[in-house]
């Protein structure tokens, strides 16, 4: 697979950076080559506009923003989903790697 | 931070978080007329609050057992998740009721 760049957005962009630094291990590790990095909701948005994002996290504490990213991102066919509770919580940056990558295929 | 305090942390962050996105979930219900939902949603978000309760409760017994925990700013930004998170949906209750009252006029 190509170089793919995840995009993780929460309120601030603060808890999810840990996640990206857990995340960035789990790649490595399996020798994947992505570029993943965290923003707050608000910066969402130009991030796309300069650079190419092929997919997008939300932390489960902005769930409630899903709608509004399904419909501002759906027209760049970029996909979202938010990142389940549990991995979230235990920083499970491999299984939200997975869930990044099933979203991409 | 060692494992079990980062646990902790992002609990607060979690539940806190979903909590409020609980709350905007049921602000969203209520503008369509749906008080049924919107209802379920605000008793959704007080379980998240309470979740999140014990897990501030679990760290200040142990901050008076002596177990003092190391302040970061991810700490501090728990908090702040904590208290956003119990303020809305305060606000989200009496606003789910004003739209309730709207709508039978």
Same mark, same amino acid.
Request: charged share 25%; net charge negative.
């Given at each position: 697979?190509?170089?793919?760049?995840?995009?993780?957005?929460?309120?601030?962009?603060?808890?999810?950076?840990?996640?990206?630094?857990?995340?960035?291990?789990?790649?490595?590790?399996?020798?994947?080559?992505?570029?993943?990095?965290?923003?707050?909701?608000?910066?969402?948005?130009?991030?796309?506009?300069?650079?190419?994002?092929?997919?997008?996290?939300?932390?489960?504490?902005?769930?409630?923003?899903?709608?509004?990213?399904?419909?501002?991102?759906?027209?760049?066919?970029?996909?979202?989903?938010?990142?389940?509770?549990?991995?979230?919580?235990?920083?499970?940056?491999?299984?939200?790697?997975?869930?990044?990558?099933?979203?991409?295929? | 931070?060692?494992?079990?305090?980062?646990?902790?942390?992002?609990?607060?962050?979690?539940?806190?978080?979903?909590?409020?996105?609980? %709350?905007?979930?049921? @602000? &969203?219900? +209520? #503008?369509?007329?749906?008080? !049924? =939902? %919107?209802?379920?949603? @605000? &008793?959704? +978000? #007080?379980?998240?609050?309470? !979740? =999140?309760?014990?897990?501030?409760?679990?760290?200040?017994?142990?901050?008076?057992?002596?177990?003092?925990?190391?302040?970061?700013?991810?700490?501090?930004?728990?908090?702040?998740?904590?208290?956003?998170?119990?303020?809305?949906?305060?606000?989200?209750?009496?606003?789910?009721?004003?739209?309730?009252?709207?709508?039978?006029?």
């Amino acid at each position: 697979m190509a170089k793919t760049t995840i995009m993780l957005a929460c309120a601030a962009g603060m808890s999810t950076s840990l996640l990206v630094t857990k995340m960035q291990a789990a790649a490595k590790k399996q020798g994947i080559e992505a570029t993943i990095f965290a923003v707050p909701v608000s910066e969402a948005k130009k991030q796309t506009e300069e650079q190419t994002i092929d997919v997008i996290l939300l932390g489960p504490q902005v769930r409630f923003m899903l709608d509004e990213f399904k419909e501002t991102f759906g027209e760049k066919q970029i996909p979202v989903e938010v990142i389940p509770m549990g991995d979230y919580g235990m920083m499970n940056g491999e299984n939200v790697l997975k869930l990044a990558q099933g979203l991409l295929k | 931070m060692d494992e079990k305090t980062l646990q902790a942390v992002m609990g607060l962050i979690m539940y806190g978080g979903d909590a409020k996105s609980c %709350a905007m979930e049921a @602000l &969203k219900a +209520a #503008k369509v007329g749906d008080f !049924n =939902a %919107a209802r379920a949603k @605000l &008793k959704q +978000a #007080k379980q998240e609050l309470a !979740n =999140a309760h014990n897990a501030q409760t679990e760290m200040l017994t142990n901050e008076a057992k002596g177990e003092t925990v190391q302040m970061t700013l991810l700490t501090v930004h728990s908090q702040d998740h904590l208290m956003t998170g119990i303020t809305f949906v305060d606000l989200a209750e009496e606003l789910v009721e004003l739209y309730e009252y709207i709508a039978q006029k």
